[in-house]
């Protein structure tokens, strides 16, 4: 990905932004916490990579040339957060951003940040964006008043650089491997393996103690299986999901992977016994609560399996 290393641009200089605290309600729709990011819960997980801890959990690479911001936030206000984090450890003048997936609290807080930005995602997340982005964050607004205000003036602009397949940003000492696989959570998936350091920014595919997200037919439980096989591989010595915990070790992918599997058999078991798709969520999810009582959204478990039964007819 030689083109990236043209790319000279200049940071423009970022104001501090001062703004009235606001309440946090629950997020109704997956029920987990939706607080205000705040770039004093800045955690470092290796020599080069740093996240802050929130909704979602933000993750920051930093070379000595170039700095990567993977997520903005949820709006505009979060967005300057995330970039207030940023100019405390960033160390070159080159600043990139990209995107796990297009959903709005992962994407809404671009015009956050300085117009040399370089903003970078894979083909078919791009795609996503263009098609569902404007639809998903209308549904955000309607889920509390406080996404209503975040939400509100929401801009983009497009990507300036656009893979298929893989990308690797030279960030000066550290190398950041941005890649997409195939659908999982949803289309355009993408994840971040920092090779020096060891660590993968998986997005929503590896969490932990949480019930994976399939909202729609987009998402796609056999790919997620594949690509968990294809990141373990990697032996990745930190992982940074996207929401719950912000560093987990490797061994969360077999867990997501053995729960994964361990829904599929059950939901396919009663497919073969004739029992509806809406019977099987709410028998799976009242089994699944019962053995998970601290996971926040249940809800999502009738959405994994009515997955299981549109793909495997």
Known sequence: MSMLNKFTRA????PVLMAAAILMPAFAGA???QPLLNENDLKRVSDHVYVIEGFPNVAIVVGSRATLVVDTGLGERNGATVMRAE?????????????????SEHTSGESAFPP?????RNRAQQDEMDKGVAAHIEAFKKMSDQNLGLLQNVKFRPPDVVYDREAKLDLGGVTARLFWIGPAHTKGDELIFVDEDGVLIPGD???KSIFPIMPNPDANLKGWLSILD???????????????????DATQIAVVRAYLIALQARALDLKKQGVSV????????????AKYPDWPN?????????RVYEQNP
Do not use: M
């Not at 940071?11 to 970022?14: D, K, S, T, V």
């Not at 960033?90 to 997936?101: D, E, F, P, R």
């Not at 294809?230 to 987990?248: M, N, T």
């Open 116 to 120: 040399g930005t370089i903003i970078i």
């Open 205 to 207: 595919i590896v969490q």
């Open 87 to 103: 100019q405390k450890v960033a160390k070159g003048s080159i600043l990139y951003l990209t995107t796990t997936h297009f959903h």
């Open 230 to 248: 294809q990141v373990e591989a990697l032996h990745p010595k930190f992982i940074v999901p996207d929401h719950g915990p912000s560093i987990v």
């Open 278 to 289: 809406d019977d099987a969520g709410k028998t799976i999810t009242a089994e699944l609560k």
């Open 11 to 14: 940071r423009f200089a970022f």
């Open 31 to 33: 029920q987990l916490k």
């Open 298 to 306: 249940p809800n999502n478990v009738a959405g994994e399996v009515q």
